[in-house]
């Protein structure tokens, strides 16, 4: 570990989580350290050089890949999830759906990448149940159900006959029992502001007192039915939402399992195609294990260094067993030493 915080491994790690999509791969960029294992290093760098080439030629977003495995896990034990973490699911299922599609195009020619995407899920259904149903706010629309649809439509309908009657108080004969013309709610039921005064004038529940005493807040009987009626409306509203909620839920439950192995295999792929954005960015190639103890580099950059002004390095240690940089302090030598180190 001294020789990673030597040469600044760190800092390394950091760039390539800022070339990470998902949050997930972030965390696991932040934690990695070089294999000297050589099947495992012939393995992480096929990978790299595929997602090096797919790049090349097409994009993969996998920002939409949340990591939402508790919420499926909690889902999967009958826990009903809100509208927020149901849309997050869906758009997590998409991402995964777009993403497969193109891997699954070129299967034969990025195999290390294809054993990763053949995981990621594709529930067409679900994820277009989900995504017509809710939105981002986890508002649920009344594309939801046919049911919701018409019980928010009686909402409105009911809402609005209750606020003409109210407003028949405030623009007819009863105007002048009242201390203003304004319409307010209390509690959620539209009342008048009677004047003490008249108290008895208009026959009704009294919801409200001003602060000084001199202003009744009236609910009139015949706005009283309309409330209960509304209010009713709003329940049943309520009660279909968590219908609704309570059986995308359930769907997601039914495939858990499926939806965490293809949310695991979306954050490796993504870490891997995050190290092939990196790789492009900083103008690099994909390096090639050579037998033995051999350092080959050919005008290699230190990666944290501006390129455009950074001074290459070319070195074969094939043959040798000790390099020895001599010069003034100007600070080449100790780049070039932490270059063939991040280099192996």
């Not at 099947?39 to 990591?67: C, M, P, Y």
């Amino acid at each position: 570990m001294h020789a990673l915080r030597t040469l600044e491994w760190g800092a390394v790690q950091a760039l390539l989580a800022g070339h990470c999509h998902t949050s997930y791969a972030q965390s696991e960029a932040l934690g990695l350290i070089p294999s000297f294992e050589k099947e495992a290093v012939e393995t992480l760098i096929g990978q790299t050089r595929e997602g090096f080439e797919l790049l090349g030629s097409h994009s993969i977003n996998l920002a939409g890949v949340k990591d939402v495995e508790r919420d499926v896990k909690r889902a999967q034990k009958g826990g009903v999830l809100d509208g927020s973490t149901l849309h997050t699911v869906g758009t997590s299922v998409r991402s995964m759906r777009e993403a497969k599609s193109i891997l699954e195009l070129h299967a034969q020619q990025f195999s290390l990448l294809w054993e990763l995407g053949v995981q990621l899920l594709v529930e067409s259904r679900l994820e277009t149940r989900i995504l017509s149903s809710v939105d981002g706010d986890g508002h649920v629309g009344d594309e939801a159900s046919r049911e919701l649809a018409s019980i928010r439509q009686k909402v409105a309908l009911t809402a609005k006959k209750a606020q003409e009657r109210i407003q028949s108080y405030v623009s007819g004969r009863t105007r002048d029992l009242l201390s203003d013309s304004v319409v307010t709610t209390r509690s959620g039921r539209y009342v008048v502001p009677l004047k003490v005064e008249n108290k008895g004038k208009i026959k009704g529940i009294v919801h409200d007192t001003s602060a000084s005493g001199s202003t009744l807040y009236i609910e009139p009987d015949d706005v009283v039915a309309i409330g209960n009626e509304l209010r009713s409306l709003e329940a049943a509203e309520r009660a279909e939402v968590a219908r609704i909620l309570a059986a995308l839920s359930s769907d997601v439950g039914k495939v858990a399992d499926e939806l965490i192995r293809g949310l695991q295999a979306a954050f490796e792929l993504d870490l891997i195609l995050a190290k092939a954005r990196m790789g492009i960015e900083l103008g690099g190639v994909v390096p090639e294990v050579g037998e033995g103890a051999s350092v080959r580099l050919h005008v290699a950059r230190h990666p944290l260094l501006d390129r455009k002004t950074c001074v290459p390095l070319s070195i074969n240690l094939d043959e040798m067993d000790v390099l020895l940089i001599t010069g003034p302090n100007t600070g080449g030598k100790t780049v070039a030493i932490k270059t063939v180190g991040l280099s192996v």
